[in-house]
């Protein structure tokens, strides 16, 4: 369903998505002339040379390791496709919304890139002797980042502006949407151990709150992706307005019990690392109890910030039929 970002009066524009104000040409390779083509082919070599420059010479290992692998591969990937699609002219053809699903990919291409750009080199990289291996991963590194920077310039080029008719997906709540779902995966990924909240049920209430509201979250853009969100049985707009509330009442109670009952010594916390033996270990691949425990704590006040602010900024969306 396309939105307009304010309450002014709907209106269309000729010019490409870019907003460069250069017109679009489909079916083409002049496509890649263009602003955001070229932008593109830059996202398509700094994630190929990343990934290159780490296999030539193995240097990745353990969990981290294949995340910042899959990153990269993934984004190269899935820039190839869209590079394909938009010089074969195939938008009308591709099986998702051409509306929503080019600034989806983008934003969370940003935020793949962005991790791997931060956990490669402080796993990984710092650890390892000077030699060819360290000289490929830090190469690897900068063109990570050049990567994020290159995913995250799209972002701000074809994101929604003011009085713009778009996909839900280019608004500021799409795109918190993205946050959201990206930052509980990360909050899935430190409590993997259930000893972290097993027995507890104030912590285990916790865990039913990331997930319901990460179900919520990615069911609001695969409806989008999929251009059916007309198949729910209440209008849109106030599953959206329902999700975003109820996500800010869920996460606030997981900001008050996760801290209290993980780090509170009378609810059987560590108020200390120190206190935590298995934060002794020198294997600088894993990250010790205490350790998740604190991410955790961090990340759903990012989560809850990002839900305060997608249901503040989703009572200045209108929604219309076109």
Known sequence: MPVTVTRTTVTTTSTSSSGLGSPTILGSPRALTQPLGLLRLLQLLSTCIAFSLVASVNAWVGFTGNWCMFAWCFCFAVTLVIIL?????????????WRNFPITYACYAALFCLSASVIYPTTYVQFLSHGRSRDHAIAATAFSCIACVAYATEVAWTRARPGEITGYM???????????????????AFISDAYLYKHKPALEWCVSVYAICFILAAVAILLNLFDCTNVLPIPFPSFLSGLA??????????????????????????????????????NV?????????????????????AYVADLVYSARLVFVRV
């Open 170 to 188: 280019a608004t500021v709540p799409g795109l918190l949407k993205v946050v959201e779902t990206f930052v509980a995966c990360i909050i899935f």
């Open 285 to 305: 691949h894993y990250v010790c109890t205490w350790d998740r425990r604190l991410a955790v704590a961090i990340l759903t006040a990012i989560n809850l910030l």
């Open 245 to 282: 509330l109820l996500s800010v009442l869920f996460y606030a109670s997981a900001m008050v019990l996760w801290p209290l009952y993980q780090f509170d010594e009378k609810y059987g916390g560590q108020s200390e690392r120190r206190q935590d033996s298995s934060c002794r270990s020198s």
């Open 85 to 97: 699609v938009e010089l074969g002219g195939l938008q009308a053809r591709f099986p998702l919304s």
